[in-house]
C-alpha cells in the first residue's frame, strides 16, 4: 500500500514552468505504476500522464505532449511532473494516483490511491 502526497503546485504566468512532486509513502513504492490526473473547474477529471513501475514505459495525454515530462526516482519514492510552456488551459487541481502494475495505465477508474491534489493555477 502507498500513499501519495502532491506538491510543487502554485501560480505561474503562462509560457512559464512548474514542476510537481508525488511523494509515495511504502515500501513497495517501485511495484507501483505513477499516474497525474487533472480536473479543471466545472470539468471531469483527466488523464495527464503516467508512468510504469521501472520508468520505461510512459504515457501522456496528447494536451500536453511535448510540453510535461513525468519521470521517477525510486530510491526517493517520488515521481515528478515537469510542466513547461504553462498555458491558462492548463489550470486544474493535480492529482497523483497509484497502481500496482507493470503497465502505466490511463484510465483513473484503474488507480488504486490517490492523493489530495495540488492547485495549478496558469494566467494569462
Known amino acids: 500500500q502507498v500513499q501519495p502526497v502532491e506538491s510543487g503546485g502554485g501560480l505561474v504566468q503562462a509560457g512559464g514552468s512548474l514542476r510537481l512532486s508525488c511523494a509515495a509513502s511504502?515500501?513497495?513504492?517501485?511495484?507501483?505504476?505513477l499516474g497525474w490526473f487533472r480536473r479543471a473547474p466545472g470539468k471531469e477529471r483527466e488523464f495527464v500522464a503516467a508512468?510504469?513501475?521501472?520508468?520505461?514505459?510512459?504515457n501522456y495525454a496528447d494536451s500536453v505532449k511535448g510540453r510535461f515530462t513525468i519521470s521517477r526516482d525510486n530510491a526517493k519514492n517520488t515521481v515528478y511532473l515537469q510542466m513547461n510552456n504553462l498555458k491558462p488551459e492548463d489550470t486544474a487541481v493535480y492529482y497523483c494516483?497509484?497502481?500496482?502494475?507493470?503497465?502505466?495505465?490511463?484510465?483513473?477508474?484503474?488507480?488504486?490511491?490517490w492523493g489530495q491534489g495540488t492547485q495549478v493555477t496558469v494566467s494569462s
Open positions: 511504502g515500501r513497495t513504492f517501485s511495484s507501483y505504476a
Open positions: 494516483a497509484a497502481k500496482n502494475t507493470r503497465r502505466a495505465p490511463v484510465a483513473p477508474s484503474v488507480y488504486d490511491y
Open positions: 508512468i510504469s513501475w521501472s520508468g520505461g514505459s510512459t
